[in-house]
């Protein structure tokens, strides 16, 4: 059974970093576009960053110059680098798979991520 399985949360300092790990069981990266998704309190779910097969990638207005996503095969885990932090990035972060033929999506249970001092 496909499962995705968030870590790296935490709190940090407004200009920190941090890097949030995706472990995804029984999913290969080739046919799955990978997303990372935020949903901060009050406020509704929203893309953070896409990595496509190809290793194309894409990232919402919020993250451009600060978020990079990416993978490794061989652990089978998509990352979340998060540079400059600011409180505004406050958020339970999700990791999303969905396969690209047969369009079945997976999601995380999320992983928290404060920004304050």
């Known amino acids: 059974q496909v499962q995705l399985v968030e870590s790296g949360g935490g709190l940090v300092q407004p200009g920190g970093s941090l890097r949030l790990s995706c472990e995804a069981s029984r999913m290969s990266f080739s046919l799955y576009i990978m997303r990372w998704y935020r949903q901060a309190p009050g406020k509704q779910r929203e893309m953070v960053a896409t990595?496509?097969?190809?290793?194309?990638?894409n990232y919402a207005d919020s993250g451009k110059g600060r978020f990079t996503i990416s993978r490794d095969g061989a652990k089978s885990t998509v990352y979340l680098q998060m540079t400059s932090l600011k409180s505004e990035d406050t958020a339970v972060y999700y990791c999303?798979?969905?396969?690209?033929?047969?369009?079945?999506?997976?999601w995380g249970k999320g992983t928290l991520v404060t920004v304050s001092s």
């Open positions: 990595l496509a097969p190809s290793g194309t990638t």
């Open positions: 999303y798979g969905r396969h690209v033929r047969l369009g079945t999506d997976y």
